[in-house]
Every structure is written in structure tokens, then in C-alpha cells.
């Protein structure tokens, strides 16, 4: 009988204890901190998602490769530099230390491919390419990540939308 007592005490414990934590965080803001920062950087996502989609259908309706550099310059280098000012700019307005720095590798990424793009203009090597949107994509990897492991932390789960690219 002592026994089911204490266990029954002990759960009571563990499971307050598990609560007090959720709790904590949503005090603290947190779960509305994560939940802001993900409802403010939708609109960044939302941009770089339709920019790659217009990449496609210009690489598939392209006739030479010219089209492609033309496209390149005039389009996808500006749209992706306004998406690294913007990044940058949202980054600084992060008032948690952790998140900041988890924001950071999103605008790194952004970064990284920005200079795999220009890299391609000066010398149209596509292996050097690929090799740098590869590391950009494992920057990326590691925001998403860190991002799903700090929303853990804090009492939360996220549900990412995946487009088919």
C-alpha cells in the first residue's frame, strides 16, 4: 500500500513538475515569442518559396543559357539580396539571445546562396555552384534544427508546410 502511495506522490511530482515547465514558458513569452517569430518570418519564406518556383519556369522556358544570366542578374540576385537586407534587418529586432542566433543561420543561408549566384555570373562553373547550395542547404538544415529543438524546449512543435520543388 506504501508503495502505490509513493508512486502515485511521485507522479503527481514529475507530472507538476513537467507542467510547471510549459507553464514557466508561457509566462515567460516564449511560446509567443516562437509563435511571432515564425507568423513574421512566413512572409521572408513565402518570397523565397515563390522565387524559387520562378526560377524553375524560367530555367525550363529558357532557349539559351543568355536567358538564364539575363534572369539571374535582373531577377533572382535582387530578390534574393532584398531577402538577405530583410532577413538581417528582422534579425536584429530579436530580443532572445538564442533565437537571434538561430535566425542568423537563416539569413546565412540566404547569404550563401546569394554568393553562389554571383559566383556562377563570373565563372559559369555549375560544379562549384552545386557545391555552395549544397552547404546553403545544410545551413539550412541546421536553422531548422535548432529551430524545432529551441520551440521544444520551450513546450511547442513545429508543423513546417513542405512545397513541392
Known amino acids: 500500500m506504501l508503495k ?43 518570397k523565397y518559396v515563390n522565387l524559387q518556383i520562378q526560377s524553375e519556369q524560367a530555367f525550363e522556358t529558357a532557349e539559351f ?8 542578374e535582373e531577377t533572382f540576385i535582387p530578390t534574393l539580396e532584398q531577402l538577405v537586407v530583410e532577413s538581417e ?37 555549375p560544379d562549384q555552384y552545386m557545391d555552395t547550395i549544397l552547404e546553403a542547404r545544410e545551413i539550412d538544415d541546421q536553422f531548422v534544427e535548432q529551430l524545432e529543438e529551441l520551440a521544444g524546449e520551450w513546450g511547442m512543435e513545429i508543423e513546417w508546410e513542405y512545397y513541392d520543388l
Do not use: P
Open 4 to 46: 502505490k502511495v509513493m508512486m502515485v506522490f511521485v507522479s503527481v511530482i514529475v507530472l507538476g513538475i513537467v507542467s510547471g515547465c510549459s507553464i514557466i514558458h508561457t509566462i515567460n513569452g516564449n511560446v509567443g515569442l516562437m509563435e511571432d517569430y515564425l507568423e513574421d518570418t512566413n512572409g521572408m519564406t513565402d
Open 89 to 125: 534587418e528582422y534579425g536584429e529586432q530579436i530580443d532572445n539571445e538564442r533565437l537571434q542566433e538561430i535566425h542568423q543561420l537563416y539569413t546565412q543561408s540566404l547569404q550563401i546562396e546569394l554568393d553562389a549566384e554571383y559566383q556562377w555570373l563570373i565563372d559559369l562553373d
Open 65 to 72: 543559357e543568355e536567358d538564364i544570366v539575363v534572369y539571374t
